[in-house]
C-alpha cells in the first residue's frame, strides 16, 4: 500500500521559515516525480513546487521562486520543501503528490497526472 506523510507544517509569522516533509511507503520512490500542492481557503488546489526523480528538472511557480526550495532524498524515501520568507498569502493546506516517471528528469505539471496523495499539512503564516 502506496502511503504519502507529510509533516512540518505549523503557524508561523511572516518572513518566518518552515521546512515540510512527505516520507513515501509502498513504492519506488526513486521511479516517481514528486511534487509540491497547496489550497488556500476557497480556491482552487494549485501546484507551487516538482522535482522529478533526478532532481535534474524543478519547478516553481512565480510567487514562490526565491524563496521556497524543493529537493528529495532518495535513500530516505523523503521529498522536502524548504519555505523562507513566508508571507501570509502562503497561508494553505500544503499536500505532497507522487507521478510514476516517464524517465529521470520527468516532471509533470498537472494535477490530475499525480497518482498518489498525501492528506496534507498546514501552514499558516500570521501578518
Known amino acids: 500500500q502506496v502511503r504519502l506523510v507529510e509533516s512540518g507544517g505549523g503557524l508561523v509569522q511572516a518572513g518566518g521559515s518552515l521546512r515540510l516533509s512527505c516520507v513515501v511507503s509502498g513504492y519506488i520512490f526513486g521511479n516517481y516525480a514528486m511534487a509540491w500542492f497547496r489550497q488556500a481557503p476557497g480556491a482552487e488546489r494549485e501546484l507551487v513546487s516538482g522535482?522529478?526523480?533526478?532532481?535534474?528538472?524543478?519547478y516553481y511557480q512565480d510567487a514562490v521562486k526565491g524563496r521556497f526550495t524543493i529537493s528529495r532524498d532518495n535513500t530516505k524515501n523523503t521529498a522536502y520543501l524548504e519555505m523562507n520568507n513566508l508571507r501570509p498569502e502562503d497561508t494553505a493546506v500544503y499536500f505532497c503528490a507522487a507521478e510514476r516517471a516517464e524517465g529521470k528528469d520527468y516532471l509533470g505539471r498537472i494535477e490530475n497526472g499525480y497518482d498518489y496523495w498525501g492528506s496534507g499539512t498546514l501552514v499558516n503564516v500570521s501578518s
Open positions: 522535482i522529478s526523480w533526478s532532481s535534474g528538472n524543478i
